[in-house]
């Protein structure tokens, strides 16, 4: 197969040359994005009177023609092409003879392709949001049904203090809450439109780049022709974004695994979600979460793949930048196929709330509330805090905790100390009194579900 390219060179590149160089294997999966780029290019240079409105109109029906048959499989796309563009453009030739040949006035490959990656990422941040926003609105309504449900908080993996399960979840909702906003944020500086750019310099064409922008539902032509064909700067940008959102869904997934080791047992996953042992009937394996942690990896490869192939090149176009398409693609596909699996893989699990609450009871992590009790009756805070590790040294002793503690253990240590004592340092109260705004009492994790539903409406206008 003869390369359009090919004019300048006697001889035909060698047959590894070729597969070395091609990238339809890849860059395939952009077919809509290339035909929408050329219906809005072939319009622009209509009205442009660059080419005639008939040529026009026929490309623009033959491209659809093209789309068509691609979507319906009368057509597929042959491996053997160069790339996409060189494929779509040959095959409107075929079917349109000179006409076919005009599509690529003013046009180049390198500010086509830097267009149909916009474009395509543009799509499939669409659909992540989307799969973001199912994810926490599960969240929400798990966190709704465990509000009151308490289980342990822990820093450095202690047990720390008394929270609820909603309010852990609810953690989460923020964290993805932001990595919408970083796409949103991505998807805006992504939308600009690189096509006239063409090779690096422009065109003598009067092209209107503002009138394809457009027709694209872009924001503007971008400013700079360098600049237009040698940005990748919105796929390194989204592929951090998406980096950063996988390691919050590795951290989620990372305490999933704790949770449904024996050692915690406060959930339990559906059989449908999990895996077993080839050689231990007992086992019961998080391997969905399990994979999530080792695809962060793969994602935060992907970036530091993009960052190191652009960190030496010289404007503007260079072949290194091929592969882009790759890096991202791959960050891309991983995130979504995470997605779609632990969305219900959450909304299936079971939550063993007795587990929860058995463990809250043990690790004295009312300890604080202890303090707080003495502080209130007016005792200076670090006084407060040595009396109640006396206490917990105390209840360690005795193989006791601070609620089965004797009145006359606590009155040994302070005469401040009364039967309310017990009351104060209930794992309910503990959860109820802590009402401060973002905190984990039932009342406060209804309210910020309320306001997460709320912020996830203004995102996406809902």
């Known amino acids: 197969m003869a390369m359009m390219w090919a004019g300048r060179f006697s001889k035909e590149v060698d047959s590894k040359v070729n597969a070395f160089n091609s990238s339809i294997s890849f860059d395939a999966r952009m077919y809509k994005q290339d035909i929408e780029g050329s219906i809005a290019h072939a319009t622009m240079l209509g009205e442009q009177g660059i080419i005639s409105m008939s040529d026009s109109l026929e490309i623009i029906g033959g491209l659809k023609e093209i789309l068509s048959d691609l979507e319906s499989g009368k057509l597929e796309i042959d491996p053997n092409a160069e790339d996409i563009h060189m494929f779509v453009e040959a095959e409107l030739t075929k079917r349109l003879g000179d006409v076919g040949k005009r599509l690529h006035t003013s046009r180049s490959r390198n500010d086509q392709v830097a267009l149909d990656i916009r474009l395509y990422l543009r799509d499939e941040i669409k659909e992540i949001k989307q799969l973001l926003k199912q994810l926490i609105e599960t969240l929400c309504k798990i966190a709704g049904q465990h509000s009151d449900t308490i289980m342990p908080g822990y820093t450095h993996l202690q047990r720390a203090q008394p929270i609820t399960f909603g309010h852990h979840l609810m953690a989460y909702t923020q964290m993805l809450l932001r990595d919408i906003e970083r796409l949103n944020d991505t998807e805006k500086r992504m939308n600009v439109c690189p096509l006239g750019s063409c090779a690096l310099a422009g065109t003598t064409y009067n092209i209107d780049r503002f009138r394809t922008s457009s ?43 704790m949770w449904c080791s024996w050692e915690f047992k406060f959930i339990e996953l559906d059989d449908a979600f999990s895996t077993g042992s080839s050689i231990m009937p007992q086992k019961k394996n998080p391997d969905v979460t399990e994979l999530i942690r080792g695809k962060t990896a793969r994602v935060i490869g992907d970036n530091i793949t993009l960052l190191t192939m652009m960190k030496g090149l010289p404007l503007a176009y260079n072949k290194d930048m091929q592969e882009d398409k790759e890096a991202i693609f791959d960050a891309v596909d991983n995130i979504k196929l995470c997605l779609v699996t632990f969305i219900p893989m959450l909304d299936t699990m079971k939550v063993l709330k007795d587990n929860m609450r058995k463990a809250a009871a043990k690790g004295f992590i009312n300890a604080t509330d202890c303090a707080d009790y003495l502080v209130k009756k007016g005792m200076p805070f670090r006084t407060a805090y040595k009396i109640t590790g006396g206490l917990v040294a105390l209840c360690i002793s005795k193989n006791t905790t601070l609620e089965e503690l004797l009145l006359d253990d606590y009155k040994q240590q302070s005469e401040l100390f009364d039967n309310d004592v017990y009351q104060a340092i209930s794992l309910d109260t503990c959860v109820k009194e802590r009402k401060s705004y973002g905190g984990p009492s039932p009342e406060s994790v209804i309210t910020q579900i309320e306001l997460t539903k709320k912020k996830l409406g203004e995102l996406f206008n809902d």
């Open 215 to 257: 027709l694209l539902g872009m924001n503007e032509p971008m400013a700079n022709s360098l600049d237009g064909v040698s940005d990748r700067d919105f796929c390194i940008e989204l592929a951090s974004a998406l980096s950063i959102c996988m390691m919050h869904l590795s951290r989620f997934s990372e305490e999933i695994i």
